[in-house]
């Protein structure tokens, strides 16, 4: 056991976990997307989902812990990957400059500590206007249920939290642009010849999301829904 | 091509020793040969530093040909400077322009502790191969050629792996200052071979566990390290490592 407790404190380990939960972020983040587009389908549909999500039950409960347990590890290791990597230069470059292609070094790369842990702080908020909402109810087909809908409406007329919002999934698209790209090679499922074509799913993966999440608030926003 | 002599403005790291603290001191140099090479200008340099009386410029090099990874140097903020394939050696001063300013800094980790100048000192490699980038099997007498088939491709693929001359320039270029490549490249040419067969696991371990040991930094995937690598060593030798490492976890 103690190899197996070794090698998850590796160099190899640390990213083969970060690359994991990493993907398993991006399936939760991609499910969530899907869930939000409900929206566009009238009140009946997200409101029905919403509550279709909660009567899950027990099911749902294990899934947020996983959830969790993947979100903490992934905090941590992307950290502990930053002060290591302060630790390996104390005395940096007066001049330095990327050799450019076939270097994967783009902004989003480098900027992964940054989008991050803005990442991290938007979740906090995040669930604190809407998981951790006290919502009104509304009544559909004779249940009662949380209206998620009317919640969303509301939050989105709000300019700050739009631009916010707008702003951060903008860096959501950035992490994931060099996230899912790195996690496959962190996962060693990487060959000469996939590299380019999975380096360019990232970027559509990425685009995709992001424009994704940035339809829903810009919409109830403009009035457009 | 031009042989009209070339003003160059240079900017070098200059460090009396280990624990000094060191600086950017300015040279101008205002009959630089076009074709003289990156160190050919350095020596041309040096000739006229202890002219003067001043302590020459600190740098390693050895063959001058590109193939044993000595020279060791950051140009304008790329290990051995722009040119794609290229050790700094190899470099030529056709490369830059009449007037160019030029940044010529050391190799800058943890892991490599600087000696004096530019000189580096990048033994942590050494100690990386010593723990287990060799085959430990007395072979006796040389095989004859044939005896044991390895099919083209991948005799192809470890010959690659094993062009890497072990200069660096992947962990000076990496911004993590990783030696993934490096050791990446080290473990995956025994990994397509017969003869890397029976200590692959311990290989794959050790190895990976003392790049760690000597502080290096870890690998966020940035692939810079491909960029500048002289030999051109793709970070598929980083994938192939991943692999080599977690396949030696199961028996």
């Known amino acids: 056991m103690s190899k197996f407790k070794a090698a998850l404190q590796s160099q ?17 983040i991609i499910v969530h997307l899907l869930g939000n587009l409900s929206y566009f389908g009238g009140p009946e549909a997200i409101n029905t989902y919403s509550h279709t999500l909660h009567e899950l039950g027990g099911l749902l409960w294990a899934a947020r812990l996983g959830l969790l347990v993947f979100f903490l590890f992934h905090i941590y290791l992307g950290i502990s990957i930053w002060l290591e990597k302060r630790r390996a230069r104390p005395v940096g470059y007066e001049s330095y400059n990327s050799r450019g292609v076939p270097s994967r070094q783009s902004w989003s790369a480098r900027s992964m500590i940054i989008t991050g842990v803005i990442l991290l702080v938007f979740v906090v908020f995040h669930l604190n206007t809407f998981a951790f909402h006290d919502f009104q109810t509304t009544v559909i087909n004779g249940v009662e249920m949380h209206d998620v809908h009317a919640r969303l409406t509301e939050v989105f007329q709000h300019e700050v939290y739009t631009i916010s919002y707008v702003l951060t999934m903008v860096l959501l698209g950035m992490h994931l642009r060099h996230g899912v790209w790195s996690s496959f090679q962190s996962l060693g499922w990487m060959s000469r010849n996939s590299n380019p074509v999975v380096y360019s799913i990232a970027y559509i993966l990425g685009l995709i999301i992001a424009v994704g999440f940035i339809g829903l608030p810009v919409s109830i926003y403009f009035g457009l829904v | 091509m031009s042989d009209q002599q070339m003003t160059i403005h240079l900017k070098v790291w200059r460090q009396k020793g280990p624990n000094s ?28 530093l202890m002219k003067q009386g001043e302590e020459p410029i600190e740098f390693d090099h050895d063959c001058r040909e590109g193939i044993c990874g000595s020279c060791n140097m950051m140009i304008n903020g790329q290990a051995h400077g722009p040119q794609k394939a290229t050790a700094a050696c190899q470099l030529h001063m056709r490369q830059f322009s009449d007037g160019d300013t030029i940044y010529v800094e050391p190799w800058r980790a943890k892991a490599f502790p600087i000696i ?8 942590a490699f050494d100690r990386i191969v010593e723990a287990g980038g060799y085959v430990s099997v007395n072979t006796g007498g040389a095989v004859d050629a044939n ?7 991948e005799a192809d693929i470890a010959f690659d792996y094993a062009t890497c001359i072990g200069c660096g320039a992947c962990v000076a ?7 993934s490549l490096f050791t990446g490249a080290k473990i995956a040419q025994f990994a397509h071979l017969p003869q890397g067969e029976p200590e692959r696991k311990e290989r794959a371990r050790a190895m990976v566990d003392q790049m760690k040991e000597e502080g290096f930094g870890d ?9 500048v690598c002289p030999k051109e060593i793709s970070i598929t030798a980083i994938a192939e490592m991943r692999r080599e490492y977690v396949k030696s976890l199961f028996d």
Request: proline letters at 4%; a negative charge; one cysteine or more.
């Open chain 1, 12 to 28: 190899v380990g640390r990213k083969l976990i970060t690359g994991i939960t990493g993907l398993g972020l991006v399936l939760f």
């Open chain 2, 21 to 48: 603290k060191g600086e950017l001191v300015d040279y101008t140099m205002d009959d630089v040969n076009p074709h003289m090479s990156f160190l050919e200008m350095f020596d041309w340099l040096n000739e006229k």
């Open chain 2, 116 to 123: 004096k100048d530019l000189v580096v000192d990048r033994s």
């Open chain 2, 147 to 153: 005896a044991q088939l390895i099919p083209k491709k």
């Open chain 2, 173 to 179: 270029a990496c911004p993590n200052s990783s030696a």
């Open chain 2, 219 to 227: 690998c966020s995937n940035f692939a810079e390290c491909e960029a």
